[in-house]
């Protein structure tokens, strides 16, 4: 399975004992502009990471890096080869400080002999964090062979030994999982190794949400669910891990005995972030198509004819077609990355803007908002959609966007651009 990876290595030690100091309110509110949020770019380096605590003192980064992203140089005669990723991060009280409480470098290094063969650089960086109040590590990742480079915010929440952060996933042979969106079939362990428990209480919540309305309704997207459509009990073995089957498509929250936070675990489809079934294909579409297409569509007996056609229909020939086959898809597939929350991400507000308009020129952010701006700001052609954040048990990602009558028009021309077999506002 794709985000099921073994511990191979940890490199370095770092130590890192810090408090965090009160900041001014004003300054934690402060927009900042981040313009290449949701843009790729050749030199990007993919790192998935995580952070774990593993108790109160001991916390752990973990990391995994396609190791075909590196430049492997040759280092000696004898045929060695050498890939070397720096790591260099700070603490931070808020996102966008100027401050810091501590900082260090940590280099993840790959020695092989003859030419590399593919493979995942991953392992954990162990960190001593002694805090008891949120903060940020802001981590620049470079090849130090190559150009490739990235730059993380991981929000650092150790304060809460129930909350997200104090979970690891495991598969049966103590494979780590780095995402919490798990597939359907798959059996896992969640430990805490926090604290102590007999027992632990799912919650399921069915994901039948429905989609997003356009930015111009003034219906509302459905909200996050607050009743479970199941709960049930699964005790430990050990005191610290449960056994949870992921059987269906939705969310799994865990908590432990009486507490109020917990672990979310979502159900997906195979292979997800990717949409592949000509089901999903189907349903993902509904942003560009009429109510009438979508529903035929969905009673077609056979549904790659019916997907295939309509692609063939909008880009004229087989050629236009499949262009944009991949760049509708594509975008789902960020969408899905980017902004799954209770949901996957491709349903949401955002991921539904993504779709259509694709990343914005410039994104600005605030703890509890988000502004897109699509062409040049300040151009009276701009557009530009604001998100708030909303509050929700499961996910730190879930953003309501703040909707307008004047959306309309331009909502209108994006679809009618992907239509006549176009894709709107995009550099490409």
Request: a positive charge; proline letters at 5%.
């Amino acid at each position: 399975m794709s985000n099921k990876l073994h511990i191979v290595a940890a490199f370095g030690l770092l130590f890192v004992l810090f408090s965090c100091n009160t900041t001014k309110p004003q300054k934690r509110d402060r927009e900042r502009e981040q313009s290449k949020t949701y843009s790729k770019d050749v030199n990007d380096l993919p790192v998935h990471m995580f952070l774990y605590h593993a108790d109160s003192i001991n916390s752990q980064l973990y990391y995994s890096i396609d190791n075909k992203q590196l430049v492997y140089k040759k280092i000696d005669s004898a045929g060695n080869f050498s890939a070397r990723v720096k790591v260099f991060y700070k603490f931070l009280p808020y996102a966008d400080a100027k401050v810091f409480f501590d900082s260090s470098t940590v280099y993840i290094s790959d020695k092989v002999v003859g030419e590399p063969q593919a493979k995942t650089l991953a392992g954990y960086i162990p960190l001593k964090i002694n805090v008891a109040q949120t903060s940020y590590i802001e981590l620049n990742i470079s090849d130090v062979n190559g150009k490739r480079h990235q730059t993380h915010y991981i929000k650092c929440e150790k304060k809460d030994p129930y909350g997200q952060q104090s979970y690891i996933i495991m598969g049966d042979n103590k494979a780590v999982f780095f995402s919490n969106k798990i597939e359907k079939g798959n059996e896992v362990n969640i430990y805490n190794t926090r604290v102590t428990f007999n027992k632990a209480r799912v919650d399921f919540f069915a994901n039948d949400y429905s989609l997003p309305p356009p930015p111009f309704s003034e219906r509302l997207p459905s909200p996050y669910p607050t009743m479970p459509d199941s709960t049930f009990y699964v005790s430990s073995i050990n005191g610290h891990s449960v056994p949870l089957q992921i059987a269906k498509q939705g969310i799994y929250f865990i908590r432990l005995d009486t507490a109020t936070t917990g672990c979310t675990v979502m159900g997906v489809e195979q292979n997800f972030p990717k949409v592949l079934s000509y089901e999903q294909m189907i349903a993902a579409t509904r942003f560009i198509m009429n109510k009438d297409e979508h529903q035929k569509m969905i009673n077609a007996s056979d549904k790659q004819a019916a997907i295939d056609k309509f692609w063939l229909t909008l880009g004229g020939g087989e050629d236009r077609a499949k262009e944009l086959i991949k760049r509708y898809y594509n975008r789902i597939q960020d969408a899905n990355s980017f902004f799954t929350s209770h949901i996957e991400g491709w349903k949401t507000d955002m991921g539904m803007i993504y779709i259509v308009f694709g990343p914005p020129n410039k994104t600005y952010k605030t703890n509890q908002m988000e502004t897109w701006v699509y062409g040049n700001e300040g151009a009276p052609n701009a557009i530009t959609f604001r998100f708030e954040k909303i509050n929700n048990p499961f996910s730190e990602n879930n953003f309501k966007l703040i909707r307008n009558i004047n959306y309309r028009d331009p909502w209108y021309i994006a679809v009618n651009n992907w239509r006549d077999g176009h894709v709107y506002l995009d550099a490409k």
